[in-house]
């Protein structure tokens, strides 16, 4: 910012002043114009101004200009910052002020200030010092000097720039050094890369030639297949239509023996009324004989059975079962086939007594149990006319037996016997063809009595009986 107030050599008469006429200027005549104010590089005005304001608060108050003496009473590091403008002004429009200044500032520089006002500058001075000190004395050639400052800044300037030119020069330089060694590295990734392109390019067409090859066999077998599918289609064709006319052929031949077979079934049903006949008159003939015959040997009607033989000893028997006892077992746990089983003459049923109750109505005490299982044994013995046997384990533990029902034998098994021996032993104590029913849960009680001829039932088939009794 160029300071314009016109160049003024004169001082004051009451101040000597260190001006132009002290350092031997000739002063210009009355009628001579004045100089303008020359353009300062603007580190010079700035100092100009820092020098006038630093000594500001020095001077009397009389002695600063109205404008500043508000600028005055600022803070050091506000007065120059803030007040620039008007202090400015004030050095070029108020000379007295700026002698006034430049006495103070020129007695602060010392010998630097000596030799600007003496019109030299010394070679190791700061050149914008220089200028400034230079503008405020304004000795003999006080322009040059300024001008003379204001080259060497703007020397230092354009220093300045040629360096900040060369660092990013240099910067770029690196950079582009730094860009190259990453294009050589991406050069090389490049290159590799092609490289394992190519290898799997070469790899893929040896693929693809293989693939052809495969194709082509493919084909060759695929119209092999076809030709081969259309002659068998031709096979199959024949094959087909000679079917239809076996089946044809068998049909017919099935209508025939229909035919003889409807034949036949009348012939074996005329057959089966003359077997009746002759079967019922075989049975009323054995019938009649046995009648004579039991007139003849004069047998009177038994009071026991099989099974009170063998309550009432208790014998080991350990002898095999007799020979065709085997052939009157039937694997079967049909409950149906109680009633079936039941319905035969002469059937006797044996029940495995605690196996039953405790899978039927377990949740009641063992007298419980023995008397709803007895009881409803009675009805079934009512029913049927059939002989009942239920056995127990553990006689020693009985005490107050319920009363047995007619046609029921309850049986205990002893001490060091077990109710499933005492069941197998009234089993084979049975004559050979008799029915005899054993009711048991109980696996091998099933095996053991179905080996000697009797058929073995599960518990839940008396118990559904009894039920429904």
Known sequence: MPLTEPHDDHTSAEEPVVGARDAGETPESPSAPPEPEPTLPEPVRQRIVALTAAVLPGLAADEVPVPLRRVAKFAPNRRARLGAPAIAAQLTADP?????VTARVLADAGDLGAAVVEGTAPAAADPVEVAALAYLARPRGWRELIEASGAAVRAEADSAVVAELVREAEQRATRAEHDRAVARVEAEKLRDELARVREELGQLREEARQLTRTLRETQARDRKATEMLATERGRAARAAADADAELRRARARLAEAEAAAGVARVSAKEARSVDEAKLWLLLETIGQAAVGLRRELALEPVEKLPADFVADAFADQTGAAPAGAATRARDTDDPARLDQLLALPKAHLVVDGYNVTKRGFGEMSLEQQRKRLISGLGGIAAQTGDEVTVVFDGAERIHGLPPTPRGVRVLFSRKGETADELIRRLVRAEPAGRPVVVVSSDREVADGVRRH?????????????????
């Open 453 to 469: 001829g009797a058929y073995p039932l599960g518990a839940d088939s008396l118990l559904r009986r009894l039920a429904r009794s």
């Open 96 to 100: 007295l002020f700026r002698q006034r």
